[in-house]
Structures are given as C-alpha cells and as structure tokens.
C-alpha cells in the first residue's frame, strides 16, 4: 500500500462499517425485506470502491461486482455481502500492519510508518 492508499481504506472502511451497521439493524427487523434503491445506489458505490482498493487478491467473490437494481436483494444478503466485504479489508489492513514498540503502524513499501492504526482483528499478523 501506499500512503495515499492508506486515507482511501480508512474512509471507504468507515463507510463500508456504517452501512453494515445500518442494514444488518433492518436484517434482524425484516430479513426477506428488500433494500430500497435509494440506499442499494450508495451500498453498491462504496463496493465498487472497496473492490478497487482490495483489488483481486483480497475480494471475498471474485465472480460479484455490486447489487442487481432490478432484483432488489434482501436486507440479509446484504448484509452477509458487507460483512464478507469488511473481514476481506481487515485482512487487507492486518497484512499492511506491524508492532513497534506496544503501538501498531501502517506499513509502506516494507517501511514502518508513523501513521497509527489499531491492532488487527481476530487476524494473526503474518
């Protein structure tokens, strides 16, 4: 990764959580209901974008690229695909990760930086 890479992942990490967060809160309430367009056009952008920063070695299905607008998906398959989508960043971000000294730091082109992060998640450091 780069340092430039290193802002787009936690924006676009960001937006991918507060989604799920938002829909996986509908999915317990109606799980068969569909996803409105309003919000299936936002989920789908942020896909696209996570896709392109996790390029072909981290995306969890090789074979999906966003939503169906005209099969309007369930809150539960969206859901599940958000948090396939998140597990595939955080082990972006734990391969892109090292302790120094009690305190975890970004790494870039091999070398330690001094841009903080927090440890990985449930992902053992490689």
Avoid at 4 to 25: H, M, T, V
Avoid at 90 to 104: F, M, P, T, V
């Amino acid at each position: 990764m780069k340092e430039k890479d290193i802002e787009l992942y936690e924006k676009l990490n960001a937006q991918l959580e507060g989604l799920y967060e938002e829909i996986s809160i509908l999915s317990k309430k109606s799980p068969n209901d569909a996803v409105n367009k309003f919000k299936l056009k936002f989920i789908n952008q942020v896909l696209t974008d996570v896709s392109s920063i996790l390029a072909e070695k981290y995306r969890p299905f090789k074979d999906f690229q966003s939503f169906s607008e005209d099969d309007l998906p369930t809150n539960a398959d969206v859901t599940f695909m958000l948090s396939q989508y998140i597990n595939c960043m955080e082990k972006l971000r734990a391969d892109n990760i090292r302790c120094d000294y009690e305190s975890w730091y970004w790494v870039v082109s091999g070398q330690i930086t001094s841009i903080q992060t927090a440890p990985p998640k449930k992902i053992k450091e490689k």
